[in-house]
Antibody
Framework: QLQLQESGPGLVKPSETLSLTCAVS??????????CDWIRQTPGKGLEWIGT???????SYTPSLQRRVTISVDSSNSRYTLRLTSVTAADTAVYYC?????????????WGRGTLVTVSS | QSVLTQPPSASATPGQRVTISCSGS????VYWYQQFPGAAPKLLIY???QRPSGVPDRFSGSRSGTSASLAISGLRSEDEAYYHC???????????FGGGTKLTVL
């Protein structure tokens, strides 16, 4: 059974770099029929797609964060990493990793439990 | 400000049918997620009207033009949650979301 578990520091200071990890177990989400999305949720803006890493390692990011965000994967242990530099209070959110399935048009069909990140000095 | 537009709230009494709207989607498919406070979103409807295994048939989705609707019939107290719609941005090649609707079961 697929499990996605996000982890990282709950508190980050302004201007610092946020680094989160998503541990995948049970089922691979990197293959011909699925890939990994990072999505965040803030009270004011709802759900926001951050970026995607495809099975071939290529990435795509939302334009508003493109200069600050990097998504990578360690395939040897099925861990995905999100790095966001120069954070501000506006980056305070719950961060989710999720599986995007290409099977039967299922879309983003499974989410991790999310991890709350607060940006504050 | 979200790409797709949903009403911020909806309410109904147990046993009733309630619908939640989502407008502004230009993609072929709309998705619906159910989210309880403190929990992750759960896929409820995909490809406009398909239910994943395990989702009761009390939940149904429909699509008309750039609008979509989620209907919940035979409303139960445990349906009280947030409901989010999602579509697809062909330019970004990425999902886009509505602002979410808080459903209250009176």
């Amino acid at each position: 059974q697929l499990q996605l578990q996000e982890s990282g520091p709950g508190l980050v200071k302004p201007s610092e770099t946020l680094s989160l990890t998503c541990a995948v177990s049970g089922v691979s989400i990197s293959g011909p029929t699925s890939y990994c999305d990072w999505i965040r949720q803030t009270p004011g803006k709802g759900l926001e797609w951050i970026g995607t890493i495809y099975p071939d390692g290529t990435t795509s990011y939302t334009p508003s964060l493109q200069r600050r965000v990097t998504i990578s994967v360690d395939s040897s242990n099925s861990r995905y990493t999100l790095r966001l530099t120069s954070v501000t209070a506006a980056d305070t959110a719950v961060y989710y990793c999720a599986r995007h399935s290409l099977s039967a048009l299922s879309g983003v069909d499974f989410w991790g439990r999310g991890t709350l990140v607060t940006v504050s000095s | 400000q979200s790409v797709l537009t949903q009403p911020p709230s909806a309410s109904a009494t147990p046993g009733q049918r309630v619908t939640i709207s989502c407008s502004g989607s230009h993609s072929n498919y709309v998705y619906w997620y159910q989210q309880f406070p403190g929990a992750a979103p759960k896929l409820l409807i995909y490809a406009n009207s398909q239910r994943p295994s395990g989702v009761p048939d009390r939940f149904s989705g429909s699509r008309s033009g750039t609008s979509a609707s989620l209907a919940i019939s035979g409303l139960r107290s445990e349906d009280e949650a947030y409901y989010h719609c999602a579509g697809w941005d062909d330019t970004l090649n990425a999902p886009v979301f509505g602002g979410g609707t808080k459903l209250t079961v009176l």
